[in-house]
Structures are given as C-alpha cells and as structure tokens.
C-alpha cells in the first residue's frame, strides 16, 4: 500500500510556471511507474505524463516541451514542471502510481492502482 500527497497548485497567470509535487508514504516510489494526470470540470480524466522505473518518460502532444516529470528517490517523490502554462491547463491534478510495469508507461487511467487527492492549477489569461 502506498499513500500519495500532491501539493504546489495554485493560482498562476498564462505564460507563468508552476511545479507540482507528489510524496509517498507507506513504499518507495521507485517501485512504481508514476504518472500525472489532470482533470478539469465536466472532462474526462487526461493523461498529462508518465515516468517508467527505469526514468523512461513519456508525454502527450499538448505537454511535450512545456511540461517535465522527474523523481527523486532519495526524497521519494516525483515532480511536475509546468511551463508556458495556457488557461486551457486549468484543471485539478493528480499523481497516480502503477505497481505492475517494469520498463514501459502506460496513458490509461486504469493502469495507475494508487491515486492522490489531487491539487488544483488554475491559470488565468
């Protein structure tokens, strides 16, 4: 079992950067494939990016060069960078982790066992 905790939303203008945390409790992220995803009203839950055991990274169209995923062991957590934010990446999101994958990543919501509460970005224009 492994309890995950985001932090770092908030409120930013476009254009501005804002960087997401996720800690662990109860095991080692390096156990884990990691992931975030976000999820704004009304819409689905969206993969933003994903991180293998092995540091593999992967990112969709609308992340890919604003955004970046990392982890640090030695803190047990895993960070999002987010760059040239747009109001359309408003959104609450969550860091989710996958016990299962050994090298790749996975885009699906129902690869991810452990789930955040989540943390709210809201980016004006």
């Known amino acids: 079992q492994v309890q995950l905790l985001e932090s770092g939303g908030g409120l930013v203008r476009a254009g501005g950067s804002l960087s997401l945390f996720c800690a662990a409790t109860g095991r080692t992220l390096s156990s884990f494939g990691m992931a975030w995803f976000r999820q704004a009203p009304g819409k689905n839950r969206e993969f933003v990016a994903a991180?293998?055991?092995?540091?593999?990274?992967d990112y969709p169209d609308f992340a890919r060069g604003r955004f970046t995923i990392s982890r640090d062991n030695a803190k047990n957590t895993v960070s999002l960078e987010m760059n040239s934010l747009r109001p359309e990446d408003t959104a609450v999101y969550y860091c989710a982790a996958d016990p299962k994958r050994l090298v790749s990543t996975s885009r699906s919501v129902v690869e991810y066992e452990y789930w955040g509460q989540g943390t709210q970005v809201t980016v004006s224009s």
């Open positions: 991180i293998s055991r092995s540091d593999r990274t």
